[in-house]
């Protein structure tokens, strides 16, 4: 019975306790044994337990018993990190309300504010919950005093709990039975199903997460993928309890998977609507926003031979995380690899990190670098997403950087430190409002190369760890951009290019060069390393030829001896750098990023 049935995830900022909240509700209802029970049950992704981070949101579904009734609640657990806002976002379609979390000590912080506002634009059903109130510096009735400025909720109405020691779980739960509304899906309906997910398993072929909106699906039901246009048989249907298990039917308002023997990667879409096969199919539903790639970077194997292999690895993986894209691309210094674009700098270094540890692929990756746009002189407008295609400098009419609104809030003692930090990076101050006595939200516009590299990290040092950050994309600006290019032995490394202010364009140059004639290892030649831009040359330092001592075994005599063996020296490390190649290391090639970085 739908009525008897409870959608919901739990949304909250970095580390507020959302994975812990979710194990004492499985252990409440009696999903997980207590023997069975491990911290962080949901995260099952190797990565997740050693970063102690959630990457990937999770579905399970419980069974509670209230007042001689069952209920199933289906939870999503949902990652907090800006980076990862997709998941959230796909989540918050399947559900009818949500568990606001906050931490009782640290308070409304940005992504908290983002999240909330997102679960009241797909009209959620919001219930406060203050967490973490075992705490001995636990403020709890200040915090919901904070929430109730910053996200107009009401203080008697937020549930108070501890994920740690289990304490108010139970009121929790019948909060969420009494609250939220149950789904209103028709069971009898034609089909129509929501993929919000999906994974892709060597043995059983794509597994497909659903959430029913109408009808019901059975096991041996042909059913057709509306987008892809395919049509397949259910061989299996379940639920997550937490792990897969195996039921007759899926009806409307639940969540489950289906598994139909898919092996072409390329028929299962995240966003998709599943409907009965044949005429009279259920109308498509809105499916998802295409997310905004932030970042791209160049991903190469190390060893030439693994291309095919890598290919193979990043369709496995955009079938799991559709929020990353990836096309062919070429490089004179690497080889052929891929052009791969991130929704942040922290989800490129988690993808980099399951492809080497869950596909065992050695990688190169290029320096990150975000998309710009260029008005030329024909009155075309390119999207760039690599500088290795921006035009000669005179083919461009206007160069065009994302602009990002950052939200950051900090304890009022830091204001003045956040605001210099964020005029050093060209931000342009947009508001700044007082959530509390002691906390002010600021509101800035800046370019969005400043803040992917280490903002947030520059934020965390001069608050002492207590400002948080959250970004959206506001739109395109133009501004005074010019490519910067490296050139190693008078040949332009492509791999090392990058678009920067043209006001910064000397320093990262000098900086960059300075970098490099460290990290290049010395030749039997001398190595130019230089900066450019266009043709006029702006820094340059040169890597020392390894010498030796040919003159040595000359003791005495005549001079012009040892001047015959110099010249025939001079003249064969000329022959050799003409044709000699300079080796480059993946440390050189990330040179240009930890500069950034230091700087």
């Known amino acids: 019975m739908s009525e008897n049935i409870r959608n919901f995830c739990i949304i909250a900022h970095i580390d507020h306790g959302k994975s812990t909240l979710a194990d004492r509700l499985l252990e409440h209802t009696g999903t997980v044994a207590r023997r069975e029970m491990k911290e962080q049950l949901l995260d099952d992704l190797e990565l997740e337990r050693q970063r102690g981070i959630t990457i990937k949101a999770r579905a399970v579904a419980m069974d509670f018993k209230l007042g001689g009734k069952t209920y199933e609640l289906n939870l999503i657990d949902t990652p907090g990190h800006v980076d990862f806002q997709y998941e959230v976002s796909r989540s918050l379609v399947c559900c009818e309300g949500v568990l606001l979390l906050v931490d009782a000590f640290q308070g409304v912080e940005a992504q908290t504010v983002a999240n909330a506002y997102a679960a009241m634009e797909h009209e959620l059903q919001i219930i406060p919950v203050i967490n973490k109130i075992d705490l001995t510096h636990a403020r ?50 034609i089909l129509q199903a929501m993929v919000f997910d999906s994974n892709y398993d060597d043995y059983r072929g794509a597994i497909t997460y659903v959430r029913i909106m109408q009808g019901t699906v059975r096991t041996g039901q042909k059913i057709q993928f509306l987008r892809a246009g395919t ?40 966003g998709d609507t599943i409907s009965r096969a044949g005429s009279g199919a259920a109308e498509p539903l809105p499916g998802y926003a295409r997310p905004k790639r932030m970042v791209y970077c160049g991903l190469f194997p190390s060893d030439g031979q693994d291309f095919s292999e890598l290919r193979d690895a990043l369709e496995r993986l955009a079938v799991n995380d559709p929020s990353f894209e990836f096309e062919p691309e070429t490089s004179d210094a690497l080889g052929f690899g891929f052009r791969c674009g991130f929704l942040g700098l922290l989800h490129m270094e988690i993808i980099q990190q399951r492809l080497e540890n869950e596909s065992d692929i050695d990688l190169v990756q290029t320096a990150p670098n975000v998309t710009y746009e260029i008005v030329n002189k024909r009155g075309e407008t390119i999207s760039i997403h690599k500088p290795q295609d921006v035009p000669d400098p005179g083919d461009i009419e206007e160069f065009r950087q994302p602009i990002v609104r950052c939200s950051v809030i900090v304890p009022n003692d830091f204001i003045g430190a956040v605001m210099k930090l ?41 608050t002492r760890g207590y400002g948080t950050l959250d970004y959206e994309m506001v739109g395109y600006e133009a501004a005074d951009l010019c490519r910067l290019d490296i050139m190693v032995n008078g040949n332009r490394v492509d791999a090392l290019s990058v678009v920067c202010n043209r006001a910064d364009a000397d320093r990262r140059g000098r900086a960059v060069a300075k970098k490099l004639k460290a990290e290049i290892e010395r030749h039997m030649f001398e190595v130019a390393v230089q900066a450019a831009i266009g043709s006029r040359v702006i820094a340059r330092e040169t890597v020392p030829a390894m010498r030796k001592n040919v003159t040595a075994k000359c003791y005495g005599g005549d001079i012009t001896r040892k001047r015959k063996l110099l010249q025939k020296q001079k003249e064969g490390k000329k022959r050799m750098k003409a044709i000699g190649n300079v080796e480059i290391s993946q440390k050189a090639f990330m040179a240009v990023l930890s500069d950034n970085e230091q700087d």
């Open 422 to 462: 964020c005029q050093e990076r060209r931000g342009i101050q947009q508001s700044q409002e007082y959530l509390g006595a002691q906390r002010a939200m600021i509101t800035y516009h800046i370019p969005l190369a400043e803040v992917v590299y280490d903002l947030h990290d520059k934020i965390k040092s001069c």
């Open 231 to 270: 049509q397949h048989e259910v061989v299996e249907i379940g639920r997550f309890v937490p792990h897969r298990e195996s039921c007759a039917e899926l009806k409307a308002g639940q969540v489950g998977y289906l598994i139909c023997n898919i092996k072409s990667i390329g028929d299962v879409h995240i």
């Open 140 to 189: 709890p009735d200040e915090v919901a005093e904070e929430m109730m400025n910053s996200l107009g909720t009401d203080p008697d109405e937020c549930v108070r709990v501890s994920a740690k020691t289990g304490e108010g779980i139970e009121s929790l739960v019948e909060a969420i039975i009494a609250h939220i509304p149950a789904p209103t899906g028709d069971a009898d309906a």
